[in-house]
């Protein structure tokens, strides 16, 4: 099983360059999520897919980011334009159900996309 | 203000047990986490504990809940170099979506 898998590792933009994050997850995970680690801070949640609807987006700043996932496997996360304040690590992560009463939801991350905005 | 809370920094001496806190807000958390975070990798399971238990133990790790304080705690025993990491709390309740604390950097010395 190869994990989360995330490309790219690493970018390095100017402001108002567009950028594109990919993710694969875990095969027969329908739940994926996408969050933003700041330099010193915790994951904050900035969009949830179950399957190939987004049923969390509020923290997503629509105005300049979008994503999608397509065939409820892997999802992009664009920015477009990207600004200083984009600069952070990008975490793709998945789990087998969310929502439910099922029990505890273990996600599982990614390396991360960490994206510098000259 | 911050749904979860942790201290930043924890230094310990190789050998030594590491205990590392978190406080929350939601009383009606349900599973209560502990992730590991290594430089320039994503985070990573270590144990979770239901809002119904008070201790856990696996291994070198000891969960402990006290739900009326809404305190966690991860104690790691003879702690290692290797333990070096940054060690987030989280939390899910009816959403089951997890909140994470800013995390604790935990460095452990010779």
């Known amino acids: 099983e190869a994990g989360v898998v995330q490309s790219p590792r690493y970018k390095i933009i100017e402001k108002k360059q567009p950028v594109a994050f990919w993710c694969n997850p875990i095969?027969?995970?329908?739940?994926l999520y996408w969050y933003r680690q700041n330099l010193g801070q915790g994951p904050e949640l900035l969009i949830r897919?179950?399957?190939?609807?987004?049923?969390?987006d509020s923290q997503l700043p629509k105005d300049r980011f979008s994503a999608e996932r397509l065939k409820g496997v892997d999802s992009t996360l664009k920015i477009q334009p990207a600004e200083l304040g984009d600069s952070a690590v990008y975490l793709c992560?998945?789990?087998?159900?969310?929502?439910?009463?099922?029990?505890?939801?273990?996600?599982?991350f990614g390396a991360g996309s960490r994206l510098t905005v000259l | 203000g911050e749904d979860v809370e942790q201290s930043l920094f924890l230094s310990v001496r190789e050998g030594d047990s590491s205990v590392i806190n978190c406080t929350y807000t939601?009383?009606?958390?349900?599973?209560l986490y502990w992730y590991k975070q290594e430089p320039g990798a994503g985070l990573q399971l270590l144990t979770y504990?239901?809002?119904?238990?008070d201790m856990k133990q696996d291994q070198r790790l000891t969960v402990l809940l006290n739900k009326k304080d809404k305190h966690l705690s991860l104690r790691i025993a003879d702690t290692q170099t290797g333990d070096s990491a940054i060690y987030f709390c989280?939390?899910?309740?009816?959403?089951?979506?997890?909140?994470f604390g800013r995390g604790t950097s935990l460095i452990v010395h010779p």
């Open positions: 992560a998945s789990s087998l159900v969310a929502g439910t009463d099922s029990g505890a939801n273990v996600l599982t």
């Open positions: 095969s027969g995970h329908n739940t």
């Open positions: 897919y179950e399957n190939e609807e987004a049923v969390d």
């Open positions: 939601d009383s009606s958390s349900t599973y």
């Open positions: 504990i239901f809002s119904n238990m």
């Open positions: 989280a939390e899910t309740e009816g959403s089951y979506i997890p909140t």
